[in-house]
């Protein structure tokens, strides 16, 4: 029951903040979003890193959470501060020689783990760094209904999941070894709250999809919103499933306690940060 509550709290206020950030103060190319983007994906990068420490693959907080914020933090200064876009690689290449030159001055005792040092840097640049990159992305079609879509498209399937499969899902467990708790029912509930959000824009809203609505009819409108949000639905359950197998391997339940109801950082992005590449090119390629 509390975690009900919580889900419910989250949810009620969670959708309503992120329509305000979003759609209400969408200034600077949404530089409040993209400054929230750059603080959960940096604090997801330090939850990364200690769920690798598990497996002794050891690097400092603080350079967990500067690498992890780099790609999401060098793009918000190009698109909302006006910054010359030569910063992006300049920062990225900077964190790159980072990692690999400091290895060269690792004391002796630890020379013997500099490599798995190199690869737990890589990986939170990558993840969450490089996949959160395109949240901030977004802002480039200075379209806060289609940012604000994208974050209802992965609550909505994240939403649905937890109630169908709650209501249906008792004799349809264990299909995935990475998370048993999830069911066939809690899949098809979450893909299918995402394609029903899609449509439901695309009938009330259809000035978010503004380029589809001129240019061709409004069956293929709604094909089309069918289609990004059943994709959405899809990679966002899959960004789930990679950090319950990050997590299980690693020994750990929850990646941390940053948000309530849904433990960590890293639990709250790990459908956010897979599917928004995959509806930034969907979105773009349809509209």
Same mark, same amino acid.
Request: charged share 10%; net charge positive; aromatic share 12%.
């Given at each position: 029951?509390? #975690?009900?509550?919580? %889900? ?10 992120? /329509? ?6 969408? /200034? ?25 420490? #598990? ?70 640049? *990558? ?9 901030? #992305? ?34 349809? %467990? ?20 995402? *394609? ?16 589809? *609505? ?12 069918? *289609? ?33 109801? %849904? ?19 969907? /979105?773009?390629?349809? /509209?």
């Amino acid at each position: 029951m509390r #975690k009900l509550i919580e %889900r419910l709290l989250v949810f009620f206020i969670g959708v309503p903040a992120f /329509f305000a950030i979003i759609v209400l103060f969408p /200034f600077c190319r949404q530089l409040l979003l993209n400054i929230l983007t750059i603080i959960f994906t940096a604090v997801g990068a330090v939850e990364f890193s200690s769920m690798l420490e #598990k497996k002794n693959l050891h690097i400092s907080k603080i350079e967990a959470f500067i690498l992890g914020s780099l790609a999401p933090l060098s793009l918000t200064l190009v698109i909302s501060l006006n910054l010359p876009e030569w910063v992006i690689p300049l920062m990225l290449i900077t964190g790159l020689e980072w990692v690999l030159i400091s290895g060269a001055f690792s004391k002796s005792a630890k020379m013997d783990t500099a490599a798995n040092r190199v690869a737990v840097c890589l990986s939170v640049i *990558v993840y969450p760094g490089l996949l959160m990159f395109w949240v901030v #992305k977004m802002a480039i079609w200075g379209n806060p209904g289609a940012v604000f879509l994208f974050f209802l498209l992965t609550f909505a399937n994240d939403s649905a999941a937890w109630l169908t499969g709650n209501l249906f899902g008792k004799n349809n %467990r264990g299909l995935i070894p990475a998370s048993p708790n999830k069911s066939i029912a809690g899949f098809l509930g979450g893909f299918l709250g995402s *394609v029903l959000i899609a449509l439901g824009a695309a009938n009330f809203f259809p000035s978010v999809f503004s380029a589809g *609505v001129n240019t061709e009819s409004v069956s293929n409108l709604f094909v089309k919103a069918a *289609v990004l949000g059943l994709c959405t639905g899809i990679f966002g359950t899959l960004g789930d499933l990679c950090e319950s197998a990050i997590k299980r391997s690693c020994g750990f339940s929850d990646s941390g306690k940053f948000v309530l109801g %849904r433990g960590g950082s890293l639990d709250s992005i790990d459908s956010i940060a897979i599917a928004a590449p995959v509806y930034f090119v969907l /979105f773009n390629l349809f /509209f």
